[in-house]
């Protein structure tokens, strides 16, 4: 084998703490040293750089070398957090540390919270696994300069990953992730990293409930609510949220309500993915529910579903988005701004002008939703993610969302109509907004060729802009196609829009901006060059 290869993973083993991935990796070395092809791929891969951080922080597959999750790359990554932090002028200042119930998340969080600790800040640990939004309310609650998650969200059972939060309660922006990968590139050898014992507990989950129990705008509380935390830590949490808001008629999937880093019921523990809500609907059915509600595994999103004539359905991220952003808006007053991302429905701007109210469409990110001004009210992204609470929770929390949705719904029946009714009203006073998603498998490279042949070249008719590096909007009439590549797979993804007016019968509408958005798809797949799509319409 490559005798730098083995060297370099001889030094790792020699500098990491961890007795557990020491043996790991020596393991997969000794193996690979006897000639087996398939350790010897096993260690180039866990050895081929580190895991890079960005804007999310870190992510991947838990297991022991540079290019995973463990004990020895947290250190090194806390290290450079911490003299992030420093250059900042917050040494000392308070740092909270936070986890869910994923493997390694208990060791991981330790990890993070002694280096912090050792680096001379005031940390503080939450009690147990708890949901992201949790961690996020304590940044902004205890007067935090930093917040520190240890989670891999929807993920596969094998990752886990590294969040954080900065002193205005939201995610990193750039550059500070860059800057902190620099810092994490020039940390010493994880043995070497000094630690020291965290100052204490952050129990910040009363307030947190008191919080989000006064999210409801009405007090209509008759409503039979299905629940699935997808074996995540959101579901005690969230049946006591409810709880305090007034919904106590809660009926928790059952074989998915504990915390279980198998996840056995669900091999890949995302709500959009196709029949992972099989069972909360099921459940839903089966107690005669009014409304059902997926959380994913660090509850920081949150799908609904909703019985229909044809059978219960889960409604999109965009359906959920501007039911909720014309609730919030519906009921309130004054000078307020909601936004969205340039890849959601742009239904909610027809919405906020319609109440008076400023909008802003950003990029893709809580980073920059929770960023998108002053009198922040609402911000959500079409992937399941909604920030109900911006003032307490400067990111998505499907908690909130959770409680919000229930109020509505509430509301809505006990005038004698449902969540469907709204979505009607909603698209008879603002179009038909039909959209679909066209993933195109593409290397890398020819990703980038074809983003910048359309920028240089847009289509006859269209007006492309180019408001990131990496995302092009193209634009005509009532039509809309955003073009970006994919952060985590090789594909060249294009968010499809058409618009279509309602004069009359909504039904005729909706069969309409059917056609159009085919049509759409069709000609936006010939200008990428692309085989077609592995997406699915649907419509506000």
């Not at 503080?124 to 961690?135: D, H, Q, S, Y």
């Not at 129990?213 to 009405?218: D, I, K, Q, T, V």
Request: proline fraction near 7%; hydrophobic fraction near 45%; glycine fraction near 10%.
């Amino acid at each position: 084998m490559n005798p730098g290869l083995r060297d370099a993973a001889m030094r790792w083993i020699a500098d990491d703490p961890d007795p557990d991935t020491r043996v790991e990796l020596q393991r997969v070395l000794a193996a690979a040293l006897t000639g087996d092809r398939q350790a010897a791929d096993d260690l180039a891969d866990r050895m081929a750089g580190t895991l890079r951080f960005g804007t999310a922080g870190l992510r991947g597959p838990v297991r022991a070398g540079p290019n995973g999750m463990n004990v020895a790359v947290l250190r090194r990554t806390t290290a450079g957090l911490a003299h992030w932090l420093r250059a900042q002028g917050r040494a000392g200042a308070p740092v909270v540390v936070g986890r869910d119930a994923r493997r390694g998340s208990e060791a991981f969080a330790t990890a993070a919270a002694e280096v912090l600790a050792g680096a001379g800040f005031a940390v503080r640990v939450l009690p147990g696994p708890l949901p992201t939004p949790v961690l996020a309310f304590a940044v902004r609650e205890l007067d935090a300069v930093a917040g520190v998650q240890i989670t891999a969200s929807h993920n596969p059972p094998a990752d886990n990953g590294y969040k954080v939060y900065v002193d205005d309660g939201g995610q990193l922006a750039a550059p500070a992730d860059v800057e902190i990968e620099a810092a994490i590139a020039a940390a010493p050898p994880a043995v070497s990293v000094p630690v020291g014992p965290p100052h204490g507990i952050a129990d910040v989950r009363e307030a947190y409930l008191d919080r989000v129990a006064r999210l409801p705008r009405g007090t209509a509380r008759d409503l039979r609510i299905a629940l699935t935390p997808l074996h995540g830590v959101g579901g005690e949490t969230a049946v006591l949220a409810l709880a305090r808001a007034g919904f106590t008629d809660v009926h928790v999937v059952a074989e998915q309500a504990a915390p279980d880093a198998a996840f056995p019921t669900v091999a890949f523990p995302n709500p959009e993915e196709p029949g992972v809500a099989d069972a909360l609907l099921a459940t839903a059915e089966h107690v005669g529910a009014d409304l059902a509600v997926a959380l994913d595994p660090d509850a920081d999103r949150c799908a609904l579903g909703l019985p229909t004539a044809d059978g219960w359905r889960m409604l999109t991220g965009d359906e959920t988005g501007v039911l909720l952003g014309d609730h919030v808006l519906r009921n309130g007053s004054g000078d307020r701004l909601v936004a969205t991302t340039v890849v959601s429905s742009s239904m909610l701007q027809s919405i906020a002008a319609a109440y008076g109210a400023r909008f802003a469409e950003t990029l893709t990110g809580f980073k920059w939703i929770a960023r998108a001004g002053p009198g922040l009210v609402y911000g959500y992204e079409e992937a399941l993610g909604y920030c109900v609470d911006p003032d307490a929770v400067r990111d998505k929390d499907g908690i909130g969302a959770a409680v919000l949705a229930c109020d509505l719904a509430a509301t809505l029946k006990a005038a004698g109509a449902g969540l469907p009714d709204r979505l009607d009203e909603l698209a008879a006073a603002h179009g038909v907004h039909a959209t679909t998603g066209l993933p195109v498998r593409m290397a890398p490279a020819d990703r980038d060729a074809v983003v910048e042949r359309l920028r240089s070249q847009p289509p006859e008719g269209w007006t492309a802009d180019r408001p990131a590096p990496d995302v092009l909007v193209l634009r005509r009439a009532s039509e809309r196609a955003v073009i970006r590549p994919s952060g985590t797979e090789p594909k060249l993804k294009a968010y499809l829009q058409v618009v279509e007016p309602v004069s009359g019968d909504l039904a005729a509408a909706r069969a309409t901006a059917d056609r159009r958005l085919a049509a759409l798809r069709g000609e936006v797949a010939a200008l990428i060059g692309g085989p077609g799509s592995d997406g699915g319409d649907h419509q506000v």
